[in-house]
């Protein structure tokens, strides 16, 4: 079981392929939510391979009315005990509260499996409540939930964890022909910039990332392009008006897709969001910039070479989507730095 958004899914990559090595032979299945009502929402089943880590995907609603939550839980309670499942391995994310954890006990013993792994190891660990300042750094997302598996008797294999998406012919062809329409006929270097978020608390200023896009333009000739949702698509068309080169991919490619096209860039320049850890799944080293509305170190991107921005404030913590003291985190990043660390990437792999 394991709920959320695009990012909550991409972190426990390495947890999800670590379960299908520990039992090559059972049949997987991933229990997740469907959130109804929000029209960025996307399914696990979107995100993750069609085959070959997960043999079945099962969600229920959420972001619904209190009956249709009671009749969505009743109904997939049934649904669970019919395929009469051995155990269900509890991949929630910490901000779990303990009666919302309580509330899960229940259901599945409900549903009728007994055997449920990381309830307790989860509980002991939740992050509800409000944030402290000045907050601490703690252990990333990633190596929480493989942590919790090693608690729950697996052995894991640290040194050869997968983010594999497994992307198909099609998608790379897809990705492919985008590319070949942008108009980068000399080969520059490509560089996936994601300049856009769901929380506005969280996106870092356009004229920044004008100028430094600008200023690595001037240092590697690279080729910028705009990934994110149709919701970025307007701030991608500024952002390349301002450039004079680059193409926007905002809103016109799936997910998988634009994993597809990450593969080919040299670097991911932007905000704290799924697209930066999709650029991590497929091995793009990343220069993020993290407001400070959550811990420190809760959310990296997967890997090494990344480097990440982030400035600890008085407010640090507030966790809110809307920032009320004028984006002092993110004001305190800038540009030089953030230029500095992207062509310390770009001149590694032009050695290289």
């Not at 998608?171 to 856009?196: D, M, R, V, Y």
């Given at each position: 079981m394991r709920i959320g958004h695009l990012g909550d899914t991409l972190v426990a990559l390495p947890a999800f392929w670590s379960l299908r090595e520990s039992f090559p032979g059972a049949k997987l299945t991933l229990l997740s939510n469907s959130d109804k009502k929000n029209p960025n929402y996307l399914a696990p089943r979107s995100v993750l391979p069609e085959s070959g880590l997960f043999d079945e995907f099962i969600d229920y609603p959420t972001n619904v009315s209190r009956f249709e939550s009671t009749f969505g839980a009743l109904k997939l309670a049934l649904t669970l005990r019919k395929s009469r499942f051995d155990a269900v391995f509890y991949l929630m994310p910490r901000a779990r509260t303990p009666k919302q954890i309580a509330r899960d006990r229940s259901f599945f013993r409900l549903s009728g499996i007994e055997r449920v792994f990381g309830l307790e190891y989860t509980e002991e660990r939740s992050l509800a409540g409000p944030i402290p300042s000045p907050t601490p750094e703690i252990k990333s997302e990633c190596d929480f939930l493989l942590d919790l598996l090693e608690n729950s008797g697996l052995s894991i294999n640290r040194t050869a964890l997968s983010t594999?998406?497994?992307?198909?012919?099609?998608?790379?062809?897809?990705?492919?022909?985008?590319?070949?329409?942008?108009?980068?006929?000399?080969?520059?270097?490509?560089?996936?910039?994601?300049?856009?978020?769901k929380w506005e608390s969280k996106i870092w200023f356009e004229e920044r990332y004008a100028e430094v896009v600008n200023g690595l333009i001037e240092s590697?000739?690279?080729?910028?392009?705009?990934?994110?949702?149709p919701e970025d698509r307007e701030r991608g068309e500024r952002l390349i008006g301002n450039w004079e080169r680059g193409a926007n991919a905002a809103g016109k490619l799936t997910v998988r897709e634009s994993a597809a096209l990450l593969r080919h860039c040299s670097l991911y320049l932007g905000n704290d969001t799924g697209t930066m850890h999709l650029a991590a799944a497929v091995g793009v080293r990343c220069v993020a910039i993290f407001a400070a509305i959550d811990y420190p170190g809760r959310w990296p991107p997967f890997g090494s070479g990344h480097k990440v921005f982030r400035r600890s404030v008085e407010c640090e913590g507030c966790h809110t989507p809307d920032c009320f003291n004028a984006n002092k985190c993110l004001r305190e990043v800038l540009v030089d730095e953030v230029v500095e660390a992207s062509r310390e990437i770009l001149s590694s792999q032009d050695a290289a």
């Open positions: 594999d998406l497994r992307l198909t012919p099609s998608e790379a062809k897809n990705a492919e022909e985008f590319l070949s329409s942008c108009g980068n006929s000399t080969g520059q270097p490509l560089i996936a910039i994601a300049p856009g978020s590697h000739d690279v080729f910028p392009i705009v990934l994110g949702g």
